[in-house]
């Protein structure tokens, strides 16, 4: 079955760390951009962060840069999402999709179809 599977998400105190994992499964990531969103209760899901194929370009929304790192590792066929210095705005189920083509538009514009089932994070004290 083709699939990417979200895992990594938890509770966590404002100013913790998670670390996302997005695994490929099925299918060889390496070929796909990789982009990471999340939607928060009552918003549109919106982009985070994408990386190219070869991981030399990456994209960030203007309020995660500087704290949130997007890698990805294609022998293991998965790309990651650090998440450093956490703050409650960044509530939400966060999912990762397959795309082509240009990485700023991937976040800018979240690709239509269906979506896995995410992982949740919650900050909150």
């Known amino acids: 079955q083709v699939q990417l599977v979200e895992s990594g998400g938890g509770l966590v105190q404002p100013g913790g760390s998670l670390r996302l994992s997005c695994a490929a499964h099925?299918?060889?990531?390496?070929?796909?951009?990789i982009g990471w969103y999340r939607q928060a209760p009552g918003k549109e899901r919106e982009g985070v962060s994408c990386?190219?194929?070869?991981?030399?370009?990456?994209y960030y929304r203007d309020s995660v840069k500087g704290r949130f790192t997007i890698s990805r590792d294609n022998a293991a066929n998965t790309v990651y999402l650090q998440m450093n210095s956490l703050k409650p705005e960044d509530t939400g189920i966060y999912y990762c999709?397959?795309?082509?083509?240009?990485?700023?538009?991937?976040?800018?514009?979240?690709?239509?179809?269906?979506w896995g089932q995410g992982t949740q994070v919650t900050v909150s004290s």
């Open positions: 099925g299918f060889n990531l390496d070929r796909f951009i």
């Open positions: 999709a397959p795309g082509i083509g240009d990485v700023q538009n991937m976040c800018i514009y979240p690709p239509s179809g269906s």
């Open positions: 990386i190219s194929v070869g991981a030399g370009t990456t």
